[in-house]
């Protein structure tokens, strides 16, 4: 590990729960060397939203900004994105958050793609690296819970929400879901973990690198290993226990997995496309009788928390109520059956052709963008200021995606840069969108949430963010149906804003400080709070199958 290694903790405020559709609001980071010691100021910017973006009543009902505050003392999403991008590209940072690789990092990752940067670099160049400590939580409670107090649901199961780990833990925590206070707290409980159980946490750091997780996942001679996390039923502990078949054969960065907890066998009497069809229907939708299929896939990219199935001694599976006799016959079975593998290669074979996003800037994931396109990009953003040749440079550039992304960073934040009739095509092009019917949806996006956040207001009159919102929206409704759009803050097109003038952007009229919780999943599924945690002076790692593996942790 590189001597100069530090941990950017991090957390987002977003406009939405969709990392490719909606905008953030609010950047907060906090610094530490591998001791957990704080060594530069904290950061806490925002961000004022664009033109085109449509504000969610939901995510502001939680993290209590307004949109028409940021308008007014935001930095545009041009100049955000840069400053961001110049935190987590510092060579040896490693990002970390609770929930992050599935939410945060994808948010900003949509963010540097759709502000012409490098999506990807800040990840691994230089000695970059990416983790998430939501799954070491779970980890933690399912192996070694001693030395931390855990929070119950209302359910009985365990809750691991972060304002709920931190007021059960003693944890300062004053101004849950607001992203500094998330932050802090987030360090504060990473500190916990790290010191009453500094190998596991030692082990789960391990995990940011492919190739240390890639020690647990045995394709060749398919030993099964432990796997925690939220997308795993609390009542089950967040625990599969799993037989990693195969490489994924198109996405080198997935491991195809059959999870033994319950009898697999079933899966032999359907084919492959009904396993498919079934594997991505909700719960609540499968047909009567019929289970989730037990296949998965693990992104060794992601930092998932895998472990040795030597860790599982008979102790700690009488506690988590396994029956170790069963695993053993479920693993039996795949050994005798090895058409089970042919199985799970079909089905996670996509044999139907995506279909491809309307909007480029949803298209991320159409693929890399090529070096000759990379170097135009980075002229345009290491500029100071547009240039004129930006637009007939885009031309030149391969990928059918970036001419658009060129000409959207113009006409949201260098307006000046375009011709009264590019300007009018813009406008022409992000209305089409606009317009657009999200799959079984007979009202438009800007509908739904101008209904939405009515409904809101007219229950909570009180609330001054939703009555922000609603101003906002009506004013984005007339802006973009009724008249020309510019550059400018919609806060000019709207006639009284009470209480805009002396509040600060993360400060509602009734005092609740509420992060942007985008990361809007259940808590069985992926409870989304700001936690973290990082690593020790030196890095340790784990030790072969053969030599100990029950003292990892």
Not at 196 to 202: A, D, H, I, T, V
Not at 212 to 237: C, N, R, W
Not at 340 to 361: G, I, Y
Request: proline fraction near 5%; aromatic fraction near 8%.
């Amino acid at each position: 590990m590189a001597a100069n290694t530090t941990l950017l903790w991090y957390d987002y405020e977003t406009w939405g729960a969709s990392p490719m559709k909606d905008s953030i609001a609010q950047f907060a980071a906090v610094r530490t060397n591998l001791d957990l010691e704080i060594i530069d100021e904290p950061i806490d910017i925002f961000c004022r939203p664009n033109i085109d973006t449509l504000i969610e009543p939901d995510a502001v009902n939680v993290t209590g900004l307004s949109p028409i505050q940021l308008q007014q003392q935001g930095m545009s999403e041009w100049q955000f994105a840069q400053q961001i991008h110049q935190q987590m590209i510092q060579a040896g940072t490693c990002t970390v958050g609770y929930n992050s690789i599935r939410f945060d990092d994808e948010c900003t990752r949509y963010l540097f793609y759709r502000n012409l940067l490098d999506p990807y670099a800040r990840e691994w160049k230089n000695g970059n690296s990416r983790w998430d400590i939501m799954d070491m939580v779970r980890m933690t409670k399912a192996l070694r819970p001693e030395g931390i107090e855990w929070p119950v649901r209302e359910d009985g199961f365990a809750s691991f929400k972060l304002e709920h780990l931190t007021q059960a833990n003693g944890i300062s925590h004053e101004n849950a879901h607001d992203a500094v206070s998330d932050v802090k707290a987030t360090i504060a409980m990473a500190k916990l973990i790290k010191e009453r159980q500094p190998k596991l946490y030692n082990y789960a750091f391990s995990l940011r690198y492919k190739r240390e997780v890639l020690k647990h996942l045995d394709v060749m001679y398919h030993t099964p290993h432990l796997h925690f996390s939220g997308k795993i039923p609390a009542q089950e502990h967040c625990l599969g226990i799993e037989i990693p078949l195969m490489i994924h054969p198109d996405r080198s960065n997935e491991v195809i997995v059959i999870d033994i907890r319950e009898d697999p066998s079933w899966v032999l009497d359907y084919n492959a496309e009904q396993l498919q069809q079934w594997l991505y229907t909700a719960t609540s939708e499968l047909p009567e009788g019929i289970q989730r299929p037990p296949f998965k896939t693990i992104h060794i990219n992601r930092s998932p928390m895998v472990a040795p199935i030597s860790l599982l001694d008979a102790e700690t599976a009488n506690r988590l109520g396994i029956n170790l006799a069963k695993i053993d016959q479920h693993r039996a079975w795949v050994a005798q059956h090895p058409d089970v593998l042919k199985l799970a290669l079909d089905v996670f074979t996509d044999k139907h052709e995506r279909e491809q996003a309307s909007n480029p800037e949803y298209a991320l994931y159409s693929g890399f963008i090529d070096d000759h396109d990379r170097a135009i990009l980075n002229r345009f953003t290491e500029a100071k200021e547009p240039e004129e040749r930006w637009l007939s440079e885009a031309d030149a550039l391969h990928d059918k995606r970036l001419p658009e992304l060129v000409t959207n960073v113009l006409a949201r934040h260098f307006p000046e840069a375009l011709s009264p009739q590019q300007t009018e095509a813009w406008r022409e092009q992000r209305i089409s969108y606009l317009e657009e019917l999200d799959a079984g949806q007979t009202e438009t996006r800007l509908e739904q949430l101008l209904a939405k956040a009515r409904l809101i207001n007219e229950a909570d009159p009180n609330n001054q963010a939703i009555a922000d919102t609603l101003q906002y929206l009506e004013a984005f409704e007339q802006r973009w149906f009724d008249t020309k759009p510019t550059a400018e803050p919609l806060v000019d097109e709207i006639d009284e804003i009470e209480g805009a003038e002396n509040t600060t952007p993360n400060q509602q009229t009734t005092e609740t400080e509420t992060e942007t919780e985008t990361e809007t999943e259940t808590e069985t599924e992926t409870e989304t709070e700001t936690e973290i945690k990082t690593k020790t002076d030196t890095e340790t790692k784990p030790e072969s199958d053969e030599q100990g593996q029950l003292d990892l942790f």
